[in-house]
C-alpha cells in the first residue's frame, strides 16, 4: 500500500499552502489460508444401498430397518430388518442414489462405522482486501477547520472446493466456505469552531453504505443433477441444488445466496464549555439505520432433514440408533424428517437512535477532580417499509375458526392493519447516570473511583423484528405425523398439498396458524449494565508503576427467547404416552398447506400446549437474562529505561449468569457463565538491543544493517472456560 498527503498546490489556480491539505492512502491485503476439513462420506457399497460391511455407532453389527413394516403397540413400535442389512434394488430412490453420489468417495482408512471419519482434505481460503481513503483538510480561519473523508474498502473472502456442493462440515458448520463479499463506503464532513476561548465544539456529518453478497455450494447448478422432483425445479427462487443434511457427520450439500446492504446517516455534535474550574461537555448523537435484506433463506431451493428414525428398530428409542438406522439409508429410500420449501420476502426496516449527553468535570483543586454526567438514549422500534411485520401477540384473542374440544386462544395482529401502530411503543426511560474522581493523596499515589450505568440497543442484541412467514412463501415438507413411526411423505413427492403462497396481512388471526409462528415481545427494553471501579496507582523505583483494582459489572434485562408451547411439566407422568396417536381435529379447519392441516391422526402430546393451534410458538426478545461480575485486576508497567519495557497484568474473577431457562415450565438457574475465565495473566515486552556502531566507514554500514533493532514478545495463561453439559 502507500500512503501520500500534503497541502493542495495548482499551479496558477489555487495555492492552498497553509489553509488546504489532502492525504491519500491504499492498503492491499492478501492472506491466503489453509482450508482443512474432514467428515464421514458414503463408501461405494452404501451408495448401492448395501450396508452389510458398516459398523454400528459402538463398533459392532450394524442392522437397517423397514420402515413398511411398522407395528406400532401402544407406545412401542417394531420393525423387520432387510436382510442382510441390503436395501433391495427396486426400493432404491433415485433421489435418494443422486445425492449420495455427489460425495466423494472415502480417503482416508478404511474404517465403516457410522460417524467415523474416512474422508479428509486441504485446499485454500482465501482473503482478499482493498481499501482505498481520501482525506481533505481546509482552514477556513483562526477558528473554523473543516475536513471531508471518503473511504472505500472491498473484501473478498473465497473457498476453493473441496467437493462441488458441500455447504457444511462437522464440527466447523458452514464457516469458511463459500464466496463473500463485502463492499463499504463512508463518507464524513466535520466542522470545528472556536466560538470563544471557553466554548468549542464539532458538528460532524456522516454516511455508512455496507453491502455484502454472500453465494454456497452448487449455486446456479441445475436442480435436476439431484433427479428433484418438478414442483421443486419450477419453482426453485434461486437456481441450485436442494440442501440436504444427512447427520450422522456427513457434510451438507445444496445452495444458498443471500444480499443486503445496510445504511447509517449520522450526526454527531460535541460541544466543550470552560467555567472556571469545570469543564462541561455537552451534545447530541443522532442515528438513521436503514436494512435492505434480500436473504431468501435456507428454503429458496428446498431443504431436507434426515436421520436414522425410518430405518432404525425403533423409531420411538432414540437408543435404537446407535446399532441400527442411518440417514444414508433412509435417503436412499427416498425418506426424509423434515424439511421446507420457499423463499423469505425482501425485508426493508428502519429505526432511529437518539442520544443527550451531559458531563461535568471539576477540578476541586490540584489533588482532587471530581465528574458526574448523564446520557439519556432513545432507540425507536424497527418499522418495516411495507409493513411486512407484526406488531404483536394477543394471547386472548378468540380465533375465528373452531376446532372440536378446543377453545384456541392466541394470534397475531399485523402493524400498520385495523388501527395498530406500525411498531410498539418505543422504551423511554433509559437514563444512565455516571460519576467518578480522581484523588492525589500524596506524591507517587492516585487513587480513581467510578460508576456508570450504560444501555445497550434492541438492534445489537437480536436480528428478528417482527418478520412472519405470511409475508414468505414457505411450505413445511411434512415427513411424518406420528414421530417417525411411518412416513406421510415422501421426497419424490414433497408437497402433495400444493405450495404455500404468500398471503400477507389479510389472513389476519390466522396467520401461521398449523405451523410455527415467532412475534417479538411488546414490553421489551434495552438492555442495560451497571459498572463500578475502584483502583489505586503507585508509582516505583525504576520507573515502574503499579495498580491494583476492583472492577464489577451487573448485566440486567438481557434479550432472551422461549418456545410458549412447551410441553408443561404437568403431563411428564403419562411418560410414552405422548407417542400415542388420536383423530387430528385440526383436519379440513387449517389450510391443507400448513403442518397441522394435513393427516387424519397427530400425537397426543400435540394438544398438550396452551396455544395447540402452532407447532411452536416462540416470544423473541424477553428481558430475562442477568450477568454479574467481579475482578481483582493488577498491572505492573515497566517504563522504557536502558533499552526495556515491559507490562504485566493478572485478573482474578469471576462471572455468574442468573438464567430463566422456561417461562412455561419456570425454572431459575444461577450457574459460572460459559465466558468465566478465573485467572488470566499476560506479560509483554520490548527489548532494544544494544547494538551501537559508531563513527564511518564500515561501522556506518554495519550501523544500518544491525543497528536500531528491538526484540519484543508477548505471552497470556489462562484457566479454560468451563465444559457445557447438554443431555
Known amino acids: 500500500g502507500y500512503t501520500v498527503g500534503g497541502p493542495v498546490y495548482i499551479p496558477k489556480l489555487y495555492n492552498g499552502r497553509n489553509r488546504t491539505f489532502f492525504s491519500t492512502s491504499l492498503e492491499r491485503d492478501h492472506d491466503p489460508r489453509e482450508l482443512t476439513r474432514q467428515a464421514r462420506v458414503p463408501t461405494e457399497a452404501e451408495r448401492a444401498g448395501d450396508f452389510s460391511r458398516t459398523v454400528n455407532r459402538q463398533g459392532g453389527a450394524f442392522a437397517i430397518y423397514d420402515p413398511l413394516t411398522t407395528v406400532v403397540s401402544g407406545s412401542a413400535a417394531t420393525r423387520q ?21 455427489k460425495y466423494p468417495l472415502p ?83 466535520d466542522d470545528t469552531i472556536v466560538v470563544s476561548p471557553s466554548l468549542v465544539g464539532s458538528i460532524r456529518f456522516g454516511v455508512l453504505s455496507y453491502a455484502s453478497e454472500s453465494t454456497g455450494g452448487a449455486s446456479g447448478a441445475d436442480p435436476a443433477d439431484l433427479k428433484l422432483p418438478d414442483v421443486i425445479v419450477r419453482n426453485q427462487a434461486v437456481r441450485g441444488w436442494s440442501n440436504f443434511d444427512l447427520g450422522g457427520n456427513l457434510p451438507g450439500i445444496g445452495a444458498s445466496w443471500s444480499f443486503s446492504r445496510e445504511m447509517v446517516g449520522s450526526l454527531l455534535s460535541n460541544w466543550t464549555k470552560l467555567i472556571g474550574q469545570h469543564a462541561a461537555k455537552f451534545g447530541v448523537d443522532y442515528r438513521l439505520a436503514r436494512n435492505s435484506n434480500v436473504s431468501l433463506g435456507g428454503n429458496a431451493t428446498a431443504s431436507f ?3 436414522p428414525t425410518f430405518t432404525q428398530s425403533d423409531p420411538f428409542n432414540r437408543n435404537a440408533a446407535n446399532t441400527s438406522g442411518s440417514g444414508m439409508a433412509s435417503m436412499l429410500l427416498g425418506l426424509a424428517d423434515s424439511g421446507a420449501f420457499g423463499f423469505n420476502s425482501p425485508t426493508s426496516t428502519q429505526n432511529h437512535y437518539l442520544a443527550l449527553f451531559v458531563q461535568d468535570d471539576w477540578k476541586v483543586s490540584s489533588r482532587l477532580t471530581l465528574n458526574a454526567g448523564l446520557r439519556y438514549e432513545l432507540e425507536t422500534p424497527y418499522t418495516e417499509r411495507y409493513n411486512r411485520n407484526s406488531y404483536r401477540f394477543d394471547g386472548n384473542a378468540a380465533l ?22 406500525r411498531a410498539t411503543a418505543a422504551d423511554k426511560n433509559n437514563f444512565g447516570p455516571r460519576a467518578g474522581l480522581a484523588w492525589r493523596p500524596r506524591s507517587g499515589t492516585v487513587v480513581r473511583a467510578g460508576y456508570g450505568l450504560f444501555f445497550s440497543t434492541i438492534s445489537l442484541n437480536t436480528s428478528f423484528f417482527g418478520a412472519l412467514n405470511v409475508f414468505n412463501a414457505q411450505t413445511s415438507f411434512v415427513g411424518t405425523i406420528d414421530n417417525g413411526a411411518t412416513a406421510f411423505t415422501t421426497v419424490a413427492n414433497p408437497f402433495p398439498a400444493g405450495l404455500q403462497q404468500p398471503i400477507g396481512s389479510s389472513v389476519g388471526l390466522m396467520a401461521q396458524v398449523g405451523d410455527t409462528l415467532s412475534f417479538f415481545d411488546d414490553r421489551r427494553v434495552n438492555p442495560y449494565n451497571q459498572q463500578w471501579q475502584l483502583s489505586i496507582q503507585q508509582e516505583l523505583p525504576a520507573r515502574m508503576l503499579f ?53 387424519s391422526t397427530v400425537t397426543q402430546s400435540r394438544l398438550w400446549p396452551r396455544f395447540p393451534q402452532y407447532t411452536t410458538l416462540t416470544l423473541q426478545g424477553a428481558n430475562t437474562g442477568r450477568a454479574l461480575y467481579h475482578s481483582l485486576q493488577m498491572k505492573l508497567d515497566k517504563r522504557l529505561t536502558r533499552g526495556l519495557n515491559f507490562l504485566w497484568s493478572y485478573t482474578f474473577s469471576r462471572t455468574m449468569d442468573n438464567n430463566t431457562t422456561s417461562i412455561v415450565n419456570p425454572r431459575f438457574y444461577r450457574a459460572v457463565s460459559p465466558f468465566d475465565q478465573k485467572h488470566v495473566l499476560r506479560i509483554a515486552f520490548t527489548y532494544q538491543l544494544p547494538f551501537q556502531f559508531s563513527g564511518g566507514g564500515a561501522n556506518r554500514l554495519l550501523r544500518q544493517t544491525l543497528g536500531g533493532w528491538a526484540a519484543s514478545g508477548f505471552g497470556t495463561l489462562a484457566s479454560g472456560r468451563p465444559l457445557s453439559v447438554s443431555h
Open 81 to 101: 430388518p432387510f436382510a442382510g442389512a441390503r436395501l433391495p434394488a427396486s426400493r432404491l430412490s433415485p433421489i435418494g442414489s443422486a445425492v449420495l453420489s
Open 107 to 189: 480417503n482416508s482408512g478404511q474404517s465403516t462405522q457410522l460417524e467415523a471419519y474416512n474422508w479428509a482434505l486441504s485446499k485454500t481460503y482465501m482473503v482478499d482486501q482493498r481499501q482505498v481513503g481520501v482525506r481533505v483538510d481546509h482552514v477556513l480561519s483562526n477558528r473554523q477547520r473543516l475536513f471531508g473523508r471518503v473511504g472505500f474498502l472491498k473484501r473478498l473472502q473465497q473457498a476453493e472446493d473441496l467437493f462441488y456442493g458441500a455447504t457444511s462440515y462437522p464440527v466447523s458448520g458452514g464457516s469458511d466456505l463459500g464466496s463473500l463479499i463485502r463492499r463499504r463506503i463512508n463518507v464524513s464532513l
Open 547 to 599: 495498580e491494583i483494582a476492583y472492577m464489577g459489572m451487573h448485566n440486567l434485562k438481557q434479550i432472551e427467547s422461549f418456545n410458549l408451547n412447551e410441553r408443561p411439566d404437568r403431563f411428564l407422568a403419562l411418560g410414552r404416552a405422548e407417542n400415542n396417536t388420536v383423530p387430528n381435529p385440526f383436519l379440513n379447519v387449517f389450510p391443507s398447506t400448513s403442518t397441522l392441516g394435513r393427516g
Open 400 to 421: 375465528p375458526v373452531r376446532v372440536p374440544g378446543l377453545d384456541l386462544r392466541g394470534g397475531i395482529l399485523f402493524a400498520g392493519v385495523d388501527g395498530n401502530p
Open 305 to 307: 432433514t434426515t436421520g
